[in-house]
């Protein structure tokens, strides 16, 4: 197999050299939604995917967690990978206990396999509803993954369009572990943050106490801006409302993470250290950042930690 591969046309490389934020993150933060791609020649990109991207390699990731004062990260596998989770695999193991991982399995996987990757320090497992990049996966795969899973304690984490959630709800509510939702359930920003289509999202959430949210990637989710890029401390304004309310309601059970590389960005790429400036402005005092950042990221990926 080729191993030589070509970016995805229009393809947005991550930021090389960006800033450092101006807020300064509480010791011991988690950078809780970040990806590795490859590096390609290393490991490579699965036939199944539905975009080739630029490499992002595991020292890139550590070095952008250290320029931006996280502590910690939690690797969650890309699509771009399918289910060879060797690039997380390999992250995790380098990182000295300092990340954790969520994977992608099919239902055939042994619990060998599935031990070995919680001895690596997976803690999830992701489940994709989102077809721009992956092919449908029957539920009942799904529910067999979960058997497997289920005994290592670790929880689901789904990706879904806002759209998508009154068909999938059910099905998420019988799923018997934790669930963790993507990028808020990708709301649509120019919609009312008060009104009906979000706040059957926080009905979601209402369902069942460990039900968490990751408030990410307002860079994917705005409509109106402004970008964090040029020295923007407030970007993304029409996102904020929408975070907020998850971030004051659910206090114990939402995470942020920067989303790095930011995979399939169409219009811009974020400075990273102006998109962590976005953090108090969804969490406006330092109890609620402190539990979005360190201890709420502890108890789920770490629990055994001091
Ligand atoms: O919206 C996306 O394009 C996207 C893709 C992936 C992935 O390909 O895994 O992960 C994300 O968190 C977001």
Not at 28 to 48: I, L, T, W
Not at 58 to 84: I, M, P, W, Y
């Amino acid at each position: 197999m080729s191993t030589d591969f070509e970016k995805t046309p229009g393809w947005l490389d991550w930021c090389a050299d960006p800033s450092r934020p101006a807020y300064r993150l509480p010791r011991g933060a988690v950078d809780a939604h970040c990806h590795v791609f490859g590096p390609g020649g290393e490991f490579p990109y699965a036939p199944e995917r539905k975009y080739t991207p630029c490499d992002a390699s595991k020292e890139q990731l550590f070095a952008l967690r250290d320029h931006l004062g996280f502590s910690r990260n939690v690797v969650v596998q890309a699509t771009c990978h399918g289910a060879d989770n060797r690039a997380v695999v390999d992250a995790l193991r380098a990182s000295g206990g300092l990340a954790r991982g969520v994977a992608t399995l099919r239902p055939d996987v042994t619990d060998a396999e599935v031990r070995e990757l919680h001895e690596a320090g997976v803690r999830g497992v992701r489940f994709n509803f989102v077809a721009r990049l992956v092919d449908a996966a029957p539920k009942r795969d799904l529910l067999d993954v979960v058997e497997k899973i289920a005994p290592y304690g670790w929880h689901v984490v789904v990706y879904f369009e806002a759209a998508d959630l009154a068909d999938l709800r059910d099905f998420f509510l019988s799923i018997p572990v934790p669930l963790v939702v993507d990028h808020m359930g990708r709301p649509d920003t120019a919609k009312d943050p008060d009104g009906p289509d979000f706040e059957t999202f926080l009905d979601f959430l209402r369902a069942r106490p460990d039900i968490w949210c990751k408030v990410t990637c307002p860079e994917r989710l705005t409509t109106s801006g402004p970008p964090a890029l040029g020295g923007e401390r407030a970007a993304y304004r029409d996102v904020v409302p929408f975070a907020r309310r998850v971030v004051e309601e659910f206090p114990d059970r939402v995470l942020w993470g920067t989303d790095w590389p930011h995979p399939n960005l169409t219009d811009h790429m974020p400075d990273d250290g102006l998109l962590v400036d976005f953090v108090p402005h969804i969490a406006p005092t330092a109890e609620l950042r402190h539990k979005l950042l360190v201890d709420n990221p502890m108890r789920l990926y770490w629990p055994d930690a001091d």
